[in-house]
């Protein structure tokens, strides 16, 4: 059983948006430090944006790259995890995954356990 599930995916026009969604299974998201990355073929994972535990330090982290376009959220009670993705741009376009892990310091791929399969994001221009 995928202890992650992506959702929200799908194909935008460049300036639009999406809300992507990480529902969790057998566990409480609330409780894992949870990350956003995205990969596209031939290239590494490249981690997003990460939102800490409730169990550490509040902290929130965006890649450059993303910082005053992609917003990273919880809600407690569904048990969820968003990614409001606005203003796209034809480079966003990728496979977004989510993860859960205990805690994160750098938003790397190696922090996380917990993997979704992933959710296909596409930017036309």
């Known amino acids: 059983q995928v202890p992650l599930v992506e959702s929200g995916g799908g194909l935008v026009q460049s300036g639009g948006s999406l809300r992507l969604s990480c529902a969790a299974t057998g566990f409480i998201l609330d409780y894992y430090a949870v990350g956003w990355f995205r990969q596209v073929p031939g290239k590494e994972r490249e981690g997003i944006s990460c939102?800490?535990?409730?169990?550490?330090?509040?902290?929130?982290f965006y890649v450059d790259s993303v910082k005053g376009r992609f917003t990273i959220s919880k809600d407690k009670v569904k048990n969820m995890v968003y990614l409001q993705m606005d203003n796209l741009r034809p480079e966003d376009t990728a496979v977004y995954f989510c993860a859960a892990g205990a805690f994160y310091r750098h938003c790397l791929s190696a922090e996380f356990g917990y993997w979704g399969q992933g959710t296909q994001v596409t930017v036309s221009s």
């Open positions: 939102i800490s535990s409730s169990e550490a330090d509040f902290s929130i």
